[in-house]
């Protein structure tokens, strides 16, 4: 049994980095009805502000409309439709700039092997790219306003460390992608935002920085991604790190490769990131949430921004349609389910649900010694609001864990709190699907019923004298009321 002494004395501040931004497949897909209605659901539960995708330039949306020795005819009303539809829902465009019109690459036929096949080749003529990359960014400020895009974010692509660039050598050839990218940015209003590298598993920070600080390249943030199962090698580690903890060793890493560089007070954003691909349902049942929380509580003042990938399985196409709400496509041999927090049918997942706990906690952090808990309370009231979880790496069967609470000032709040929970029985629709057999394709009635078996738990009454009994990946939110 673990003894928690909540003692709400001392605090500081505590940003919610980890639901500021969501990704979410490509760009197309935003303009599907199902896909907003997810976007309603994430927002309306928690507030959230940008959303992330791939694709703004691919052919689909159409934005060269043709290309002549003479002219660039650009066609921006798709892109509109796109920015429009996430707007009226609250949320803000996290602008990634990829990938290459075929119109302007080097190599037209040189695709990436997702379902939509996008142009990963460089651009054939950087003067060309700098042209078109300025009046895109300058029709979005002429659109939307500058008040509203300078609080936007731009950034340069999508992991060209890897398949997702073909320049050769990669490193170099990206660099020049960027500095035209940035300055045509910086050329429309120089108060607007943006960054790189958007590297695969934490590549290339130290030497783009100094790239940039060499050549006088603007450079307003660092982004990168991390994902639990990343190899080792690539991360820079002697051996693979525990999935518990690997996103913040790197994160870690990369805090300390930007406070010794020579732009120290850089913002470092995690653009994607997520509990790890495989396993039987990982990214669809409870583990999630205790795998999330535990983040939370490590990477907490090492990143400015944690941005999940992703939040719907809605219409996500890197492998093609998905197969039933819980399989998606055979793709790289992940037939285990979905990245999103919510599945297809809008049935939100274990992992949202999660999400919506962690989003009450509040905006001041308070000291604990646990690694199994998260204790705040907020600015505009005195409650205590404690996460608690209990985390199983996903493929050990784990144990029940107890929690007792003692609180150092006792006089000062009453003696019940409100918990709720999420685990196996609780807010996890998966179990519900797997009970029902799995259908490929449920009945709407069984829809129904899925989207009731997702729903949040209400609130339930505890004296804070009783012991709290977790089972393994469960999470639980509890608020200690002031007296």
Known sequence: MEKLILDSKLSKPFPHFWENIFGSCHAPITLAECWRNDARLLHESLDRKYIRFHGIFDREVGLVDRVTDKELVLNFTRVNMIYDGLLEIGLRPFVELGFTPPELSQEPKVFHPFWYHQCVSPPRSYTEWYEFIFRFVKHLVERYGISEVVDWFFEVWNEPNIDFWAGEPKFETYCE????????????????????????????????????????????????????????????????????????????????????????????????????????????????????????????????????????????????????????????NRDKGGFGLIATHNIPKAGFNALQLLHRLGDRRIPLDSESAILTKSSAAQNLILALWNYCDPEVEGEEKSFRIQLADPDVYKREAAIQVVDETHGNAVRRWNLMGGPQFPTREQISELQRAAMVPTQEIISLEDVINLEPQALALIEIFHV
């Not at 695969?200 to 450079?219: D, T």
Request: negative net charge; proline residues 10%; hydrophobic residues 40%.
């Open 177 to 332: 992608l960027y500095q035209a990218t940035a300055r045509a940015v910086k050329l429309v209003d120089p108060r607007l935002r943006v960054g790189g590298p958007a590297t695969a598993a934490a590549e290339w920070v130290e030497p783009f920085i100094g790239f940039c600080v060499k050549n006088e390249v603007p450079l307003d943030f660092i982004s990168t991604h991390c994902y639990p199962n990343d190899p080792y090698k690539m991360l820079g580690f002697p051996e693979q790190p525990p999935l518990s903890e690997t996103v913040y060793l790197v994160a870690k890493k990369i805090r300390s490769q930007v406070e010794n560089s020579r732009m120290p007070e850089l913002p470092v954003f995690f653009t994607e990131y997520n509990a790890g691909f495989g396993g039987k349902h990982r990214l669809d049942g409870p583990y999630v949430g205790a795998w999330m929380a535990n983040n939370i509580r490590l990477c907490d003042g090492v990143v400015e921004e944690l941005a999940y990938w992703t939040f719907t399985d809605a219409m996500f196409e890197e492998g093609g349609p998905f197969r039933s709400p819980f399989q998606g496509p055979n793709y790289l």
